[in-house]
C-alpha cells in the first residue's frame, strides 16, 4: 500500500490524551516515536523483553508502562493505536494480524506496505503541527517538514496568524554573531516584530531578512542630548511599546552578561510595559569555543570566571578585584579588554600571575572575519600592537589555550 496518486494516504490528527497505546519493541524505533506520543497525553504501554537506555528511562520515571515480556496475543485489547517495531518479523506479523481484527490503527516499522497506518514527518512551531507523508520517501518527508518549519520560524514562509497577537517586548540574546547562533525563539519573535533596535555586535545579517514594513533602529545612533545614550534607547522602547508595536530590542551574546539588558528591563517594567527576556549565546563562552578554546577542560581547569576589562585595574572607578584573579587557577575570560590588556596583564603579574601564562584574543568571534592571536601575559600587549588587535574580542587567560582538538597541546 505505497501512497500514489490514486490511492493517497488520509491524514489524520489524533487526539490520544488518556487512550491507550502499545508499542511493542522497546529498540531505536520505539525511542524515536515514544516522545511525541508521551506529548500527546497517550497512555502508553510498551510490550518488549529489552529496551534502549532511554525508553527504560521513560519507564522509570513513569511516562510509560513497561511489561519486561515478549507480545502475546490479547496485548491489544482495548488498544486505539499500536505501534509494532520489534526485531522479529514473526511477532511483528502475529501483532499486526491482531490489530487488524480488533481494527486498531498499526504502524509497522518493518513493513509499510503491511502496515494500516504510517507516521508522518513531523514538526511544530508556534503551535502549528506540520505533518508530511510522502508514500515511502522518508528522507523527502523530513526535508519537506523541515523547509516548512523553518520558513515559518524566520518568515520567510508567510503565514498570518488571523486571531490578532497582542504586541510585545522582548530583549534578545542574539548571540555572538553568527546568524545561526540565534535561538529559535529569539529568531521567530524577530520575525514577528514591527520595530527591532538593535547593537553594532551580534548577529546583524539576520536585518537584512526582515521585511520592508520593519523598522529597524541602530542603538548607537539614537539621538541622546543631554541624556545618557541608554537613557535614549530606554525610552525609544518605551516609546515603541506605547504605540502599541512589538518591539524586538537584538542585544549581542546574552542581553544579561555585560548587555546591560536589566536597565532596559527595569526601565520598561517601571513605565508598567511587560517585556520577555531571550537568553543568547554569550561571547564569553561561544567566542572561545569557536576558536578551538574550552573554557574548562578535565585536569586543566575548572572554573571559569568572566569579566569586564573596560575600565584598568588602576583606575579608582574599576570594580574587578584583580588581586584576587590572579590567585585564580582557573580559566580567565575577559570582555571589552582590548584597550586595556596590557595594563591588566601588568596587574595580573604583580598580583603573582606568572607571566608566560598562555592567553589568546578572539576578535569577531564565529563572523567569516575570526581571527586568533595568541600571547603570554608577558608578551600581550606588544603583540595586540603587533598584530593590530581591535575590538570586539573575547579574550581568553590560562592554560586552556594550549589545549587543540587533537589531545596534543600546543
Ligand atoms: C558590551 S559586551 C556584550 C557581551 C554580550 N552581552 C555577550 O554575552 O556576549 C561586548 C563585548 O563582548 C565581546 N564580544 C561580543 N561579541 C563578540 C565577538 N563576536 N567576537 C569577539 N568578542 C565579542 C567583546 O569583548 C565585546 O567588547
Known amino acids: 500500500m505505497v501512497e500514489n496518486a490514486e490511492q493517497p494516504a488520509y491524514p489524520v490528527g489524533l ?133 516548512i518549519v523553518e520558513g515559518l520560524r524566520d ?84 516609546e515603541h511599546a506605547r504605540r502599541g508595536r512589538s518591539v524586538v530590542r537584538l542585544k549581542g551574546g546574552d542581553p544579561f552578561v555585560f548587555g546591560r539588558g536589566m536597565e532596559e528591563a527595569q526601565a520598561l517594567a517601571e513605565a508598567g510595559i511587560p517585556c520577555t527576556v531571550v537568553p543568547g549565546i554569550s561571547s564569553s563562552i561561544s567566542v572561545p569555543g569557536a576558536a578551538g578554546i574550552p573554557v574548562t577542560h578535565r585536569g586543566v581547569a575548572h572554573e571559569f570566571t568572566v569579566v569586564s576589562g573596560h575600565v584598568a585595574p588602576d583606575d579608582p572607578r574599576s570594580l574587578v578585584d584583580w588581586a584576587s584573579l590572579a590567585k585564580l587557577r582557573g580559566t580567565l575570560v575577559i570582555l571589552m579588554g582590548v584597550d586595556k590588556i596590557g595594563k591588566i596583564a601588568e596587574a ?24 586568533r592571536v595568541d600571547a603570554t601575559l608577558a608578551t600581550v600587549a606588544e603583540r595586540v600592537r603587533a598584530e593590530d588587535v581591535r575590538p570586539p574580542a573575547v579574550i581568553v587567560i590560562g592554560p586552556v589555550v594550549r589545549e587543540a582538538p587533537d589531545g596534543h597541546r600546543r
Not at 18 to 41: D, E, H, K, N
Not at 100 to 112: G, K, Q
Not at 200 to 227: N, Q, S, T, W
Open 15 to 147: 487526539r490520544l490524551s488518556g487512550r491507550r497505546v502499545v508499542v511493542i519493541g522497546g529498540g531505536q524505533v520505539a525511542q524515536r516515536r515514544l516522545p511525541a506520543l508521551i506529548a500527546a497525553g497517550a497512555d502508553v504501554t510498551l510490550v518488549s523483553p529489552s529496551a534502549t537506555a532511554s525508553v527504560e528511562a521513560m519507564a522509570e520515571t513513569g511516562e510509560i508502562r513497561w511489561e519486561r515480556r515478549r507480545y502475546e496475543e490479547g496485548d491489544l485489547a482495548d488498544a486505539w493505536y499500536v505501534l509494532v517495531a520489534t526485531t522479529d518479523p514473526e511477532a511483528n506479523a502475529r501483532a499486526s494480524a491482531e490489530a487488524e481484527r480488533t481494527r486498531t490503527w498499526c504502524v509497522r516499522s518493518d513493513d509499510a506496505e503491511a502496515a494500516t497506518a504510517w507516521t508522518p514527518a513531523t514538526g511544530r512551531i508556534e503551535g502549528v503541527t506540520v505533518a508530511v507523508l510522502t508514500g515511502n520517501d522518508p528522507r523527502r518527508s523530513a526535508a519537506v517538514r523541515d523547509a
Open 155 to 238: 518568515g520567510t514562509l508567510a503565514a498570518p496568524q488571523h486571531r490578532s497577537r497582542a504586541p510585545f517586548v522582548a530583549l534578545v540574546g542574539g548571540g555572538p554573531g553568527d546568524p545561526d547562533l540565534i535561538t529559535v525563539r529569539g529568531r521567530r519573535l524577530l520575525a514577528e516584530a514591527d520595530v527591532v533596535i538593535a547593537d553594532r555586535l551580534g548577529p546583524r545579517d539576520l536585518l537584512d531578512e526582515l521585511p520592508p514594513h520593519v523598522e529597524v533602529i541602530d542603538a548607537a545612533k539614537i539621538p541622546y542630548g543631554r541624556y545618557m545614550a541608554q537613557e535614549a534607547i530606554n525610552d525609544a522602547l518605551i
Open 348 to 371: 595580573l603579574v604583580a598580583h603573582g600571575k606568572d607571566p608566560a601564562t598562555p592567553l589568546a584574543l578572539v576578535q569577531e568571534g564565529t563572523t567569516a572575519a575570526q581571527r
